[in-house]
């Protein structure tokens, strides 16, 4: 059946991939794994002991596209998803794409006020949700005008759309689809503005499953990935949900926040072979093994990405746990990781290569592509690439510029071809007329046996000029006075340029973060 909708030949790098005419994505991810003999093989367990099959996840995902059908869900309409990472998410996600139906998982931790924009902004026709945002979300249903004609609760009381998925028929034909159809949104979690629907197509999935699991991180039928990263993240969805499933693998679940002791837990009793997660997580997991232990034995690999992963905390990883971190950089637009570090080949503190499959360019401010160890503008080209974003053509047509994707960020390349991160590129300051980058600054900081997290912004002196100013959450906090300031600045000037040592130490509880873990300078600003 997946030959017949689409083929990989992986005998070229990288792959080809051809795509048969009436391609969804469904049908490769889900019911190919019947025709492959999967039916019995578990696909998802949860971290309370759940287990599901291919073959009941088949049933139950065309469940669910009937379901939504029978609400009255036309093809082409929007699904909104404030679902935790559960089965559930899989169902209505692979379901409402198999019916030509088009999800929208969004972002759980956020607010009211994010959802009734966002209900608004996409016109869903539906909105469905884990009780447990039911505070958030119920508010923002009331508040948004127009909101979604219909709306339902994954479970709990009532008609739940768990109910009505297991009262659908188990039967579901494909809705004929083209690799470059619209096939599902994510919200883009930008740092300054509104969210904006990034729109992907069919094809994305399995471009990023080729280009990264099978082509750069190795993966394959046999491992059991467990990703901190949630599903409503573009890492979390290719890591926990199309990655697995493209493979014929196995996705541990976490429902709830992932804390070392949800981690380190999850980990002993699933055994997972491949861990995804955030710099922010590796360091607290870090802290944690200080204190305690951990069996992580059934490690093999694991991967970071989100932000850049400093190379003192691939060291001591990489000491105290034994394995490798991956860093990769990935977006929302580009769907996931287009620059990474391979099993074989790791530069610590970079990015890594180019992913075999996708094309990158460093520009500069005229446009021109930069020579090696010079900085500029990242931008990226591939097949994963998001069409548009919805209702923004002004956003599309800055950020997706031909075939090519503006990542927004500073990089630098050296002669060997590994990339050096160097900041969004709202966030770089320039210091003395030198551009300096917050991050160097912040991995030097990290360094520091004191220091836990470290973010460093622009602040203007006296004379109106911009200096660093760093914001540091100490692991023992007891440590917060001028004598470890002082400590910090001598740390700072060895191995960093003159201009880059940061003016000011502000000691805090903890650092603005976006829900993926991603620091946000602007609110230090
Ligand atoms: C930054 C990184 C340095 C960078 C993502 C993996 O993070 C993801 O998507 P987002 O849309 O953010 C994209 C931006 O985040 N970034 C991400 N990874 C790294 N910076 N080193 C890294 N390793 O500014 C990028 O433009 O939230 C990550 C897979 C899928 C993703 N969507």
Known sequence: MAGESVSVDRTSTPPEITFAPGFNAAVPFIDRHLDAGRADKIAIRTAAGGALSYGELAANVNRAGNALLGIGMAPGERLMMMVKD??????????????????VPVNTLWRAADYTYVLQDSGCGLCVYSPEFADEVVPALAAATPGPAHRFAVDGAG??????????????????????DDCF???????????????????????????????????????????????????????????????????????????PESVFATIERHRPTVFFGVPTLYAALLKALESGDADLSSLRLCVSAGEALPADIYRRW????????????????????????RPDDIKPGHSGRVVPGYRA????????EVNPGDSGQLMIAGGSTAKYYWNNPDKTATTMVGDWLNTGDTYIRDEQGYYLYCGRNDDMMKVGGIWCSPFEIEAK???????????????????????????IVLNDPADADDETAT????????????????RWFNFVDSLPKTATGKIQRFKLR
């Open 487 to 502: 400590e910090l600045l001598q740390h700072c000037k060895q191995g960093l340029a003159k201009y880059k040592y940061p």
């Open 86 to 103: 559960c089965p559930e998410f899989f169902y209505l996600f692979w379901g409402a794409i198999k019916a030509g139906i088009v999800p």
């Open 445 to 471: 900081l990290i360094e520091h046996p004191k220091v836990l997290e470290a973010a460093v912004v622009g602040r203007a002196d006296d004379a109106e000029l911009i200096k660093p100013a760093a914001y």
């Open 318 to 341: 990489k000491q105290r746990v034994g394995v490798d971190i991956l860093d990769g950089i990935g977006s929302t637009e580009a769907l996931h990781i287009f620059i990474c570090n």
């Open 185 to 259: 949104w994510l919200y883009s979690s930008g740092t300054t503005g509104k969210p904006k629907g990034t729109v992907h197509a069919h094809r994305s999935m399995v471009v990023t499953s080729e280009n990264c699991a099978v082509g750069t991180l190795g993966l394959s039928d046999d491992d059991i990935c467990f990703s901190a990263a949630k599903l409503f993240f573009a890492y979390g969805l290719g890591n926990a949900l199309s990655f697995p499933l493209w493979l014929g693998a196995t996705v541990v679940l976490l429902p709830g926040a992932p804390t």
């Open 361 to 368: 360019r460093i520009l500069d401010a005229g446009g021109n």
């Open 159 to 180: 008609a739940t759309m768990a109910s009505l998925i297991a009262a659908a028929s188990p039967l579901l034909a494909p809705a004929p689809a083209s690799a470059s």
